[in-house]
């Protein structure tokens, strides 16, 4: 018996040696900075560059290009089938982003060409550039509403109309130069810091918002409120309707029919996959048709101003994208503000494209490069704000379009980026009689997909701060501004991630039945506490300045009702095992607390042991020479410890 | 063999179902809810209350006089003996703190009897309401030095003398305000959000700071600058000592001799502690000798601006502490700098008060209630401001004398109280002479201090990241203020916290040898890989929207690089097994990374097993339906998990 024990105490020697004596933990620091350089410096290109040096000439210009141009790689097994399915789906994304782009270009309250302006120009270079071979770009609702919400209050998009023009052409170009600069930097996991939470609840309130502002259109009101806030709208609205002589109802007629059939269409192309083509073909039936309308009831009124449906009105057309380099500048009193709006609509662009990208590239199980899309985005960005193109993204129903269409490469989009263009060269003289209305029902039916009640309730489902974070977006957009409700998001997001870290929790550790696993006795109440000992572990992920004191008061409080319990009965116990194997890390502080918790319970006769220490927790607690304070009761697992303790006791017994 | 399997397999069923339905967790919202409503709400408090309900009156009464005086519990076993011990320890005290209290004063830019006021009424009032048997209040240099730089910024205090005392004093007021609030909400935690990097950072500004003040006092030099910063006081300096009319070398010869001979003084007392009481008198000592020494100099001249070493001149006195209520105005142009500059020092002033506490509490073996504390601080400090007393607060100087003294209760700050105002009374005449010079050194005495090299190398060796949070809130008091520094402080340790938290690594996980645990490799070079199986460990405590995609693409570059080095042998693995021990919680984002991870893992032909999750983590994770996803395989640990997989293989191959 004495010798068993001996060769036990032996081997547990053994085992405490790997336990305090790990080799060197990486510092911390450099462990941070090289996880950063380790995402500015990707090692794939470190290793292709090195690859490439032995290369013959030719071969790396193929592969120059191929990098350059991933669209030449598609190339390869092109053919007449795959040609027309490209063509058909381009001329499908056509017949759907001609309406859209128009809409969206009023929701930023520029002229319409500027719609389909960006329909033409970002859609060929991403088509160019990216690597991915279903997206289709062009603008969104999002970011039309953001850049007309930031905008609008530097110039007034009424009466400095060019001014205003100019000054999102510029916003455009900054928006560009953020996205090149992140992906450049490999900051792609920048786009990771919106939590889902967050972003549910911004499209949400932004759906909102652009629904609100849509009302305008559908009631053809002349006089409307500039702000986007839910008060002044509904305000603007009440005192518009009351007022006959200022909307028409016609308007509100012709915009809640087409709305009405634009979302059957899109229902019955949910119900049908093979009616798709029905609900992408909607929005310019819808435009076809009520312009007739429009024609047939203005007809008889000589003067725009007099007509019962409030229409589009001229749209310059008959030209390519006039050059617009000259109208961006970024000197002047503006700098700060479109810095700022720049950013915001970068990151919020951004988020949205790699979304939808992301998305169509896991349906189609390819992998993603984030970084370079960022690039190609950027790219795209910068050259459209030189071709009066503003901010363009990935967009999610065109792209669900293309998918639906059967498009084979991203050469549907450069069929779409033409017939665009052919249409503004020949056919904006028709687009005259529009109704206003009928574009904002086209709006209307593309904002139901960024609210997503689904997701909300899962998030409530699973974690209620989550839910938090996102209800705080939502009305941080709602009542504030776009920025706001984004900062309150994350702010939730990461405050969550602190609080939680620092909570001081402690539980009380007992041992499987049949097994010689320990675990918290209220996560498993199957486990049993081990008589004469008393093992806790901290629950917390940090002992540091915010907690430690805490989490020793919790742990000396713990110890003295167990002890009062316990001298009732018959022996109260003699160790106190600590359980740290939650600890990633300790401060100063915290190395501090477990000092004076090991002093106190000294005092008291309790011996403590410490279980379980990763490594950067017990080098700290050897640089501190903590271990020797606690007589070297470090153990690789609690199992050990107990096993330990008991003998100990029954020794100290005899 | 194969009854032993099956039974294997039943008892394995058994404990998958521990794992898998364990009790549901209470919810982080509440837990967290629940922490602050702890902290607000004292157990003992209520059950105190209900306690009480059921005693007779004059019971009740003695243990409301008790609560409220805890002084008066020191008079059960008061003696003579303790009373000489207690007379004895104030008369050492007073005359440590009159000198020490007229040089924090002028540091306040005060004059020098408003130290004296504040070293009668404050320790008198905390002496009643304390429950502590040995701090003694007083200003410091700190508080002192905080109070000017952020005040002299509101009111010239050489040109408005008055003015300057009135904000002070109503400062002094909001400071108490504030720490009375802190106490009543139970916010005593609040002062563990200081990190220990950040005070000793700041503190050695400070004291760097109240160093380069003292020059001015150091050489006699009449103009000085008002700016506290390292550049501007370095010019002011060397400008004066360039033109020899603007000082008297006498200055500077006495301070520096009384500086040295104080300094000697407190070598003596740490080196042999019967001579303490040399040290403590020392200031004093050096005021009557250098006062005569000035007097023996300046008596030629007659006026006191002619004099060649600098002196105090007239002080008010032979009065008690003047009535100053009327002078506390809060409204005004100065409300919100104002209350900054109570906020900031209160929680400066109460952090400091309360280590001060808190280190004596420890040597003595009792416990501090942190908020009673505060309540107390409070209270005088509001007191205080009626009676012409600035911000006071636990005196680590004059603390450690009186318990070197050998003081037995709060008798001796009384006694230390009502000498300083018999001095006040009757010896501010003798005072006159006191040379500047000689205060200038007493402050300086007392800095060194404040600043600690030996804990910031200390912090250094424990944590570099912790050493940056010294370093900025060091750089921010002395290049920007004291506020900046300490929010420099505060957020590098908040935010090392969270890229600590959601730093994305894994860890491969291997066997002891001659044991069933397992750990990480890098950190136990002893422990083995199980061929056929790979064992990660997830390093994180969050898996959250800020780093899942970066986790989920590290776990399957690491599959993938590990696939191919097993292919040049013989099998490659066929299990997966997650340790996610780490993960204090999990989002939705995480989730869907879990559930992205394996889908590609099925792909390949491997099965994903996750070990040791904790409460919340399984529990979202059976809300979220995953563990279904993955075929139910959750285990307990590790070694569960790897038998199971072995089995599992074993019975796929045959």
Redesign the interface.
């Known amino acids: 018996m004495s010798s068993t024990l001996e060769e036990t105490l032996d081997?547990e020697k053994n085992?405490a040696e790997?336990v305090l004596n790990?080799?060197e933990?990486p510092?911390?620091?450099h462990?941070?900075l090289g996880?950063i350089k380790g995402n500015l410096l990707h090692g794939r290109t470190r290793k292709k560059i090195s690859y490439l040096r032995n290369q013959p000439l030719h071969k790396l210009v193929i592969t120059m290009l191929l990098g350059l141009f991933p669209i030449l790689g598609s190339f390869r097994n092109y053919n007449v089938q795959k040609f027309k399915y490209d063509f058909m789906a381009g001329l499908t994304l056509a017949s759907l982003s001609i309406p859209q782009s128009m809409g969206y270009a009023t929701l930023a309250q520029l002229s319409p060409e500027y719609g389909l302006y960006s329909s033409i120009v970002p859609p060929l270079i991403y088509a160019l550039l990216a690597s991915s071979k279903e997206i289709v770009i062009g603008s969104i609702t999002v970011d039309s509403l953001l850049l007309s919400s930031m905008i609008r209050k530097l110039k007034d998009p009424v009466h400095d109309s060019n001014g205003y023009t100019q000054l999102v052409l510029t916003a455009t170009f900054l928006v560009g130069v953020f996205q090149v600069a992140f992906g450049l930097f490999r900051f792609g996991?920048l786009v990771?810091?919106?939590?889902?939470?967050t972003i549910v609840g911004f499209l949400a309130a932004v759906a909102v918002g652009i629904g609100l502002q849509q009302l305008k259109g559908l009631f053809g009101i002349h006089k409307f409120t500039n702000k986007a806030d839910l008060i002044s709208v509904m305000k603007a609205v009440s005192s518009s309707l009351s007022h006959q002589s200022e909307w028409h109802p016609y308007n509100f007629v012709l915009g809640l029919l087409f709305l009405s059939f634009i979302l059957f269409t899109q229902y019955l192309g949910r119900r049908n996959k093979k009616l798709f083509w029905l609900s992408s073909a909607a929005p310019l039936i819808s435009v076809i048709v009520s312009s007739l309308i429009a024609y047939r009831v203005n007809v008889r009124h000589l003067k725009m101003e007099d007509y019962d449906v409030e229409v589009l009105g001229p749209i310059k057309g008959g030209s390519l994208n006039p050059w617009s380099f000259k109208q961006i500048h970024i000197d002047g009193d503006f700098v700060g503000p479109l810095i700022k709006t720049g950013l915001t609509v970068a990151v919020i662009s951004t988020t949205m494209g790699i979304s939808v990208a992301r998305t169509f590239a896991?349906l189609r199980?390819h992998n993603l490069d984030t970084n370079k899309e960022m690039v190609s985005l950027g790219l795209m960005n910068i050259v459209g704000s030189f071709c009066s193109c503003y901010v363009a993204t990935g967009s999610l129903s065109r792209t669900a379009v293309n998918y639906n269409a059967g498009s084979e490469t991203m050469v549907s989009s450069i069929v779409m980026a033409l017939t665009v263009l052919m249409s503004l060269k020949f056919l904006t003289g028709l687009l005259y009689f529009t109704p206003k209305a009928v574009l904002a029902a086209i709006i209307l039916s593309a904002i139901s997909g960024l609210i997503d009640l689904k997701?909300a309730y899962?998030?409530l489902?699973?974690?209620?701060?989550?839910f938090?974070a996102c209800v705080g977006a939502f009305f941080g957009v709602l009542f504030a501004s776009a920025e706001m409700g984004l900062v309150v998001g994350v702010t939730i997001?990461?405050t969550k991630?602190?609080?939680?870290?620092?909570?001081?929790?402690i539980a009380i550790v007992g041992k499987?039945p049949?097994?010689?696993?320990f675990?918290?006795i209220?996560?498993?109440?199957?486990a049993v506490e081990i008589p004469g000992l008393l093992i806790l572990s901290i629950?917390?992920?940090?002992l540091?300045?915010?907690?430690?004191?805490?989490v020793r008061e919790r742990i000396e409080r713990r110890v003295t009702s167990e002890e009062v319990e316990d001298n009732k009965g018959e022996s109260t116990f003699k160790f106190v095992i600590l359980d740290i194997?939650?600890l990633?890390?300790i401060?100063?502080?915290g190395?501090?607390s477990l000092e004076?918790l090991n002093k106190k319970l000294t005092?008291q006769g309790v011996k403590l042991a410490v279980a379980k220490p990763?490594?950067h927790v017990i080098h700290?607690l050897r640089?501190?020479n903590f271990v020797e304070k606690i007589g070297g009761r470090v153990f690789?697992?609690v199992?050990?410890a107990a096993e330990l303790c008991i003998i100990g006791a029954k020794m100290a017994a005899v």
Chains 1, 2 share one sequence.
């Open positions: 081997l085992k790997w790990p080799p933990p510092c911390m620091l462990q941070l996880t996991f990771d810091y919106l939590s889902d939470a896991s199980g997701k899962y998030i489902k699973v974690d209620k701060i989550d938090l997001s990461f991630i602190i609080l939680m870290s620092i909570q001081p929790g499987f049949g097994s010689d696993e675990g918290d209220e996560q498993y109440p199957v629950k917390s992920s940090w540091c300045f915010a907690n430690a004191s805490l194997s939650s990633m890390s401060d100063t502080a190395i501090a004076e005092s990763r490594w700290k640089l501190a690789l697992s199992g050990e």
